[in-house]
């Protein structure tokens, strides 16, 4: 049996795949994701996906690497982690009373093989009205700093949302309807240690 990696040191990753009851081990990639700027939004998140998951994959053995990249997308614009408070608010100001799109790509890459799986999915999000004075707070939390689009809808963010259309696991950033069909590709099922 392969050893299950994800090539993400996400905490919202590790938690979802816990949840799904998966035993894996987290080996954090290194891809520098700028390089990949300039992709359409579709092709950005699986190609960094599958950068990810093969920068790791290919320095294991018998592993099978998940790898997973999410960005928002608002009016044509890519909008990734923000690298400041500054840019965070902003970010926030130009998502409230707005419709974007997330978009989370998923590679899984198998290094026994080299066979690699790609997917991605994307989800509709309605954010509300939000307050100049509740953005500049939500930001000092410092919640937004690790998430593209500079909100965590599991978490205070989700309170700036309306609704949603998609998948909310494809928003925190692990589709995990379209994970697990892929793993059990590849012959890993989340029910086989039950």
Known sequence: ????????????????????GLDFIVMPSTIEEEQFNGLPPEEMVMALSKAKAEEIGKSM?????????????????VLGKPSNSREAIEMLKGLR???????????????????IELAYDQTR?????ISDDDIINYVKTG????????????GIGGAFIDRINGSYYTVVGLPIHKLVRMLKEFGVSIFQNK
């Open 97 to 115: 009373n707005k419709e974007h799109t997330v978009i989370t790509g998923l590679a899984v890459y198998d290094s026994s093989s080299g066979r």
């Open 125 to 129: 999000v309605y954010m509300g009205s």
């Open 1 to 20: 049996m392969a050893r299950l990696v994800l090539a993400s040191s996400s905490p919202r990753r590790q938690d979802l795949l816990k949840m799904l």
């Open 61 to 77: 053995e018998n592993a099978l690497v998940i790898g997973s990249d999410t960005i928002v997308v608002l009016e044509g614009k």
């Open 143 to 154: 919640e937004p700093m690790d998430k593209a689009g500079g909100y965590g809808i599991q």
